[in-house]
């Protein structure tokens, strides 16, 4: 399944895509927020996207769409159908030199049009670390309500960390998108 955008192509991973998954994965300053360390091992990178490239974005639990602007992979947006295929969860990353273009937003914005509109998905959620401001403006900006925080609820990379919970609903994009 591709989606596209005026800049951006939304892809299934290739084996082709593992170099540079890892190369962005392994950024301390890209890791820094999310569940995995750096550096981030190229023989993981290549089992990572060889798991994703076979996956069914249709089908419940995780599909990643590889982002690419130009030919080149600057980072990835996940989808996490519920089993009742009516709810998501979302996520992203974007290679640190892809930031700050826009880039994120543009691919985050198409996949959401893509679950409610041509899906008919009722509700996306997605979570980030608090102390992830960029990622919380850009949630914001995209029409999600932030549901609730979480005190000291994860355990990351040796400390306690504050998780910001978000929500959109179908019928809130389509007032967003008027």
């Known amino acids: 399944m591709r989606l596209t955008t005026e800049r951006l192509v939304l892809r299934p991973f290739t084996a082709a895509d593992a170099p540079a998954f890892a ?12 569940g995995w360390s750096a550096p981030f091992p190229l023989a993981q990178a290549e089992e990572f996207v060889r798991e994703v490239g076979a996956a069914d974005p249709t089908a419940p639990g995780w599909f990643q769409y590889a982002v690419e602007a130009n030919g080149v992979l600057v980072g990835d947006v996940g989808v996490g159908v519920n089993e009742n295929r009516m709810q998501a969860d979302i996520g992203y990353t974007l290679a640190t030199a892809h930031q700050g273009r826009g880039y994120a937003a543009e691919a985050v914005r198409r996949v959401l049009a893509h679950l409610f509109e ?29 549901e609730g925080h979480r005190v000291r609820s994860t355990w990351a990379k040796g400390e306690w960390t504050d998780d910001l919970l978000f929500g959109l609903l179908a019928t809130e994009w389509d007032s967003a998108a008027d």
Not at 23 to 34: E, G, N
């Open 118 to 146: 041509e899906r008919g998905l009722h509700r996306v959620a997605a979570e980030c670390d608090a102390r992830n401001e960029r990622s919380a403006r850009l949630l914001a900006r995209l029409g999600f309500r932030q």
């Open 23 to 34: 190369a962005y994965r392994s950024d301390p300053d890209v890791a820094r927020y999310q």
